[in-house]
């Protein structure tokens, strides 16, 4: 009998789709079977006692480059009070930072199990996805159901009414929600960064010789959400090259799956979204790749793994369990070799739903452009979990200066209370080493110029065009 239909099987239904009887079409039918192959061979890799050394070391690693992100530093530490008395210290410092010994703890110390966490279908959520069908969430005692859902703004909703217990956050989501910017003030925590870089700046093809940003003036661009990085960045570079965002051109809050049906209906010239999309409008002959964000600023955060601080405070172990988890997919994620695997799993309907060739050239930087040429940027997108408190002084910054938040900022204390890599500074100070207190600050580059997270009010004041007093 042919695997395409099968009329005369009693057992089975016959919708003129797929003989497993499933509502998908035959070329979802074999997608899901090559994500499931792809899955079960990432999961195969994650069990080996290599993978097991590596992702623990990553995640002792991620942790140690919260508290020390100058390098001499760590050092000086080390030698100053011994790797014992540091690990000591690490293991201190929130319930993420006794990681290793709770992967050993039995189910019955987590509070809370059965976990709801939501997900807009992007690249950037790759670490939150493939824990589900790789097991991590499993492996940690918890039973977390992954849902897909449709804008940031629903999100943002779910998350305030906890009917999420966990998200994928815009990175700035989380400071904003704090802060009672376009929704009601309720404190959320970003746990880990879930991607950095991984986002263009795509235009119709109409404009392919048209690449200069000072003759856009008029133009209409897309963003996903007012409190995203791809706005202020978008801001940034047209600010940089003389253009006010918010006089010279129009932008247009547009949800990400969107944004190529409104390129092709030529409703906008141009958007600075996240990936797949870019790719996918490259891919649908619809748009070109003008310019990739990590060009604008190499290792940008882009979206985030959060909860709210009540959570937290009342499910310590249970939060640590799932950033664990997670912290393991980002482990999984950054290895290039397990890129084209991934980008299997994550492709078909009930997570990205898109050509697994689109996801393929987003997660290993090999991609055609739209303009006739293979592109090779490896680091095109990748996921580096340090949730930075300089980067959330950045974005505090570019918040002011588009008139997101009035009056005066201080960017520090805000910084420190939604990016969780907070309490160290007490921990090391408790042991008599002062000079740990600056662990959540390091230095960014955005188009050329420095960033100085310590004199955010002078960087505001730098900039031509601004709405900021």
């Known amino acids: 009998m042919s695997e395409f239909f099968d009329p ?6 016959l919708m003129l789709k797929c003989s497993c009887g499933r509502d998908h079409t035959i070329a979802d039918h074999h997608a899901e079977v090559a994500a499931d192959g792809a899955a079960i061979e990432l999961r195969r890799r994650s069990e080996t006692a290599e993978f097991e050394a590596y992702s623990n070391e990553f995640i002792e690693a991620t942790l140690v480059k919260a508290l020390f992100p100058h390098d001499e530093v760590r050092r000086r530490f080390l030698r100053a009070v011994g790797k014992g008395t540091a690990m000591a210290a690490i293991a201190s410092v929130l319930p993420v930072a006794s990681l290793q010994a709770m992967a050993q703890e039995k189910q019955g110390s987590l509070e809370k199990t059965n976990l709801k966490i939501g997900f807009i279908p992007i690249t950037c959520a790759t670490p939150l996805i493939m824990a589900a069908p790789l097991g991590f969430y499993q492996k940690q005692g918890l039973n977390v159901e992954v849902t897909k859902t449709a804008g940031w703004a629903l999100v943002r909703d779910k998350m305030i009414n906890k009917e999420y217990d966990a998200t994928h ?5 989380p400071l904003a929600i704090s802060m009672g ?3 009601n003030a309720v ?3 970003v746990a880990t960064i879930q991607n950095i870089n991984g986002q263009a700046i795509t235009l119709a093809l109409k404009h392919k010789n048209n690449r200069d940003p000072k003759n856009w003036k008029g133009f209409k661009f897309g963003i996903p959400f007012d409190y995203s990085m791809h706005n202020f960045l978008l801001r940034y570079y047209l600010a940089e090259n003389g253009l006010n965002p918010d006089t010279d051109v129009q932008l247009r809050v ?3 799956a969107e944004m190529v049906a409104n390129l092709r ?17 490259v891919f649908d002959e619809v748009g070109f790749i003008h310019v990739l964000t990590r060009d604008l600023w190499d290792g940008h955060p882009c979206c985030a793994f959060g909860t709210s601080t009540e959570f937290i405070q009342k499910n310590p172990n249970t939060f640590a369990a799932l950033y664990r988890a997670v912290l393991t997919s980002a482990a999984m994620a950054r290895d290039p070799k397990n890129r084209e695997l991934i980008a299997k799993v994550i492709s078909p309907s009930q997570y990205l739903n898109q050509p697994e ?8 930087g090999r991609f055609a452009d739209g303009l006739g040429k293979i592109q090779n940027v490896p680091e095109r997108a990748d996921f580096d979990p340090m949730p930075w408190q300089s980067m959330a002084v950045w974005m505090l910054t570019q918040m002011q200066r588009w008139g997101y938040v009035k009056g005066d900022v201080d960017y520090k204390a805000v910084a420190e209370k939604v990016f969780l890599i907070t309490d160290a500074r007490k921990h090391m100070k408790d042991l008599g080493q002062p000079f740990a207190a600056g662990g959540g600050y390091t230095k960014h580059t955005i188009m050329g110029k420095a960033f100085d997270s310590a004199k955010p009010a002078e960087y505001l004041k730098s900039f031509a065009i601004s709405k900021a007093a």
């Open 169 to 173: 956050f815009l990175s700035p989501m």
């Open 187 to 189: 404190p959320m925590n």
């Open 8 to 13: 005369y099987n009693a057992d089975r239904p």
């Open 181 to 183: 910017l376009g929704s």
């Open 357 to 364: 060739a689109v996801v393929t050239q987003v997660l290993t």
């Open 265 to 281: 209906a030529g409703n906008i010239d141009g958007f600075l979204g996240p990936d797949p999309f870019n790719q996918r409008a």
């Open 254 to 256: 547009i949800p990400p």
